[in-house]
């Protein structure tokens, strides 16, 4: 089996040293070739394939590294795969890029070869939030676009995200459909290259103006108390990335007049000198910002990864500190903010919904109740919530909704996560808070767990890296279904969903029903108390990840610190019985 692989690592790798690739390519193929044989299987032995996210993958030569080539045969199976879906018609598509190095580059090569097509590409001038690709498909009518970024990945990282006439990444059947064209481009040469560059028409500031205004006209909801505290203090930072250019230009369209962004963070560079990695939950990547918000007295401390799709946000509790939300609970205070104002306002009459992937809290299933609306609850990945904002459009209302992963998308005028109008959401919920009830969004949340009950949740991400890690994760996998955990925490398991089958079990009376979602690698196990811990190997990173969710009731906000620490005891006991410690 091992010599079948290096045989197919070489033959792949000796078809760049033939081909028509750029002799610094085939120098350093040739290298890895001579001397690091585990490098070359690393970057050959498979193909970049899209996921949840699109195409992604650590930078540099071979078939399963992201390069100018992988990027050409990708575009190249997406553009005759567009040809075909929209025979006779001039199909149009957007081109975008976040920070990172070689964003521009990959995005340039992008609309190149969409323009070598026959298509109209509009290419933006510079980088830009991922959402502004989906919301420029949606509003110049295109059938497609492309945005280069790795989201929230190390600098090492780069990736290719594919959109389609709705503004939401591909699903069903069309991602599949294009991998198939994609995997018939086997040369070099069959990559369309150096025409029709007046095909390219070029999005500027104009654009950002009708992207930002559009924000503004479709979610803000209470203007009377941001022109109350519009000079409450906000601090933000970019992480480096595309939110520099329109989060602090969102929050002064609503009306927010003192935000100041953490310097240091606030330069464009892929190599993202001030942090780890430029991932806005993890509480190192925020201490900067946090930092700045003791000193300046923040109310809100914000950061957005570098395509500013995600939201980190930090509130200043009662003792001047600040507590970094998950995703969880950034999702659950925005969607009851906007649930609380469209019933103020007396907007809910029964016909709207928001939704949230399987994974995230079951605390707005609670609230959505509360209020009267329906929750969907889809797969990871925003192009599920995207597909049912799809199928409802016409009959029912979509709020907003997101996923424990930091993102959320408020309205239906983008079909992505959208830090950029979440920042202004948060910052507007904030205000109002303060407004309407004396209170800090910290100590609304409080009150809201008082009502609702206390959520508390927790992710565990095993990294397993490579071929080997990859074949790791998978028997992770078929060991769990092949052997469930009888409890959790002293709470017998009662439901068990495998989202791959389509199948819940009853385990207490056998009896199994089918699963009305798309078909996904994922593992749900349900307790008799409640809890819910899911199982999903990730489909943009070498990871397993482990979600976990319990809950208990709130008596009073004086019990807030007992319960949390009384939850947060009974999600390490699980994390014990997982071997995950």
Request: with cysteine; glycine share 8%.
């Amino acid at each position: 089996m091992a010599n079948e692989l290096e045989q197919l690592v070489m033959s792949k790798a000796q078809k760049w040293l033939d081909g028509d690739y750029d002799e610094a390519t085939k120098q350093q193929v040739k290298l890895l070739m001579d001397s690091d044989l585990k490098e070359l299987t690393e970057s050959f032995y498979k193909d970049l394939e899209f996921g949840t996210g699109g195409l992604r993958g650590i930078m540099g030569v071979g078939t399963n590294r992201m390069n100018i080539y992988t990027v050409g045969a990708a575009t190249q199976g997406l553009a005759n795969y567009l040809k075909k879906n929209f025979e006779g018609e001039q199909v149009k598509v957007a081109v975008a890029h976040d920070s990172r190095n070689n964003s521009r580059m990959f995005a340039e090569r992008v609309a190149d070869i969409f323009a070598s097509n026959g298509f109209k590409v509009y290419l933006f001038d510079d980088l830009r939030p991922t959402p502004e690709l989906s919301f420029a498909i949606r509003e110049l009518g295109l059938h497609s676009g492309v945005v280069i970024t790795a989201s929230h990945n190390p600098k090492e990282y780069n990736g290719y995200k594919a959109y389609w006439t709705d503004g939401s990444q591909v699903t069903s059947p069309h991602d599949v459909n294009i991998i198939d064209e994609v995997a018939k481009i086997t040369e070099n040469k069959q990559v369309l290259t150096g025409l029709n560059p007046e095909n390219i028409s070029i999005l500027g500031e104009e654009f950002d103006k009708i992207y930002l205004d559009r924000i503004k006209k479709d979610i803000q909801l209470s203007p009377e108390s941001v022109a109350k505290f519009h000079d409450m203090k906000i601090v933000y930072t970019p992480l480096h990335g595309a939110g520099m250019r329109l989060v602090p230009a969102s929050l002064k369209n609503f009306g927010f007049t003192n935000v100041e962004m953490v310097k240091e963070q606030a330069v464009i560079d892929g190599n993202f000198p001030t942090v780890d990695s430029p991932n806005p939950e993890e509480r190192k990547t925020m201490a900067a910002a946090m930092e700045l918000g003791r000193k300046a007295g923040a109310d809100l401390v914000m950061a957005t990864d570098p395509d500013s799709d995600r939201l980190g946000l930090a509130l200043r509790t009662g003792k001047g500190d600040y507590v970094l939300l998950n995703g969880n609970q950034t999702l659950t205070l925005l969607v009851i903010y906007q649930l609380t104002r469209w019933a103020e306002r007396g907007d809910l009459d029964g016909k709207q919904y928001i939704v949230k992937t399987i994974v995230t809290s079951t605390m707005p299933n609670v609230v959505a109740e509360h209020f009267g609306v329906k929750c969907y609850d889809c797969l990871t990945g925003f192009k599920y919530i995207a597909k049912i904002i799809r199928q409802n459009e016409g009959v029912t209302k979509y709020i907003g909704g997101g996923e424990e992963s930091f993102g959320y998308l408020a309205g239906d005028y983008v079909r992505d996560k959208d830090a950029v109008s979440a920042c202004a959401l948060a910052a507007e919920a904030a205000a109002w808070a303060k407004d309407t009830m004396g209170l800090t969004l910290y100590e609304w949340l409080q009150q809201l767990y008082v009502k609702y009950g206390f959520f508390r949740e927790s992710l565990v991400s095993v990294v397993r890296k490579g071929k080997d890690g990859a074949e790791e994760i998978q028997r992770m996998m078929v060991d769990f279904r092949a052997n469930p955990p009888k409890e959790l925490a002293g709470s017998q398991v009662v439901t068990v969903r495998d989202f791959k089958s389509l199948e819940e079990l009853n385990v207490l009376t056998g009896e199994k029903t089918a699963i009305e979602q798309d078909s996904s690698n994922v593992l749900q196990w349900v307790t008799a108390d409640g809890t819910i811990v899911s199982v999903r190997p990730s489909g943009t990173e070498p990871k397993i990840k482990f979600y976990f969710g319990v809950k208990e009731p709130l008596a009073s906000v004086e019990e807030y610190d007992a319960v949390e620490a009384q939850l947060d005891a009974k999600i390490e006991r699980i994390k014990g019985e997982l071997n995950l410690l």
